[in-house]
């Protein structure tokens, strides 16, 4: 069955610079080729249509992973995509995550530090030489009966695959990620959680944040069987 246009995508910020939405797991951030309905610029597009709205510019800034939910940013004009483009990669847009994974952490908070590279295979993977990335994680809540927990995770780098990648580094890696995981559970228990940047125009700090899906939350298990942690936000 076909999801409604407000359950694959919502507008939480537009102005005329800049549209932040919160797409579902499923959807492309940038369609493939024109068999791609499904993806944010185009529900964009659609929701715009919708409102009879004049169709504008969307400019790609980063990507999410096809099956990660969440926040993504897109420039609506070249003042936007430029200064946008500059603080990405500068790595001064905050990103934060939040990921069900599979094992528990060994320690509650942590630095990820580690250079990302190619493995024999072409795979990526965290290797002697690459590309450093960085990672700031923080354990919300476990449940030790599914043998799971919540993590909270804040990038210092844009790598692709970073969170996946650093939490099966970890050994606990994302529950449904069947590229660096060992199970398919659904969708892969990843959303993108909190984006925060400048403003171009007004030079104003402007910072969102989501709440935990309900697919993410049900992965959890039993409220009964939880134990919260520190959940405060990494800074």
Known sequence: MRKKLHERIEVLHEDQDVIVVEKA???????????DEDSAIRLIR???????????HVYLLHRLDKETSGLIAFAKTTLARNSLSRQFEEHSVVRGYLAVTRGIPAQERGTIQTFLGRDERGKRAVRRKGRSATTLYRVVLVNRKLNRALVRCYLHT?????????????NTPVVGDVVYGVERSGRMALHAEVLGFIHPRTGRPVLIRTSVPQELEHLLGSRSDRVYLQSSALR
């Open 46 to 56: 659609r929701f715009w249509k919708i409102q009879n709205r004049k169709q504008e």
């Open 25 to 35: 797991a499923g959807v492309l951030s940038y369609p493939v080729d024109e068999r």
């Open 158 to 170: 844009g790598r692709t695959h970073q969170v996946r990648i650093h939490m099966a580094h970890l």
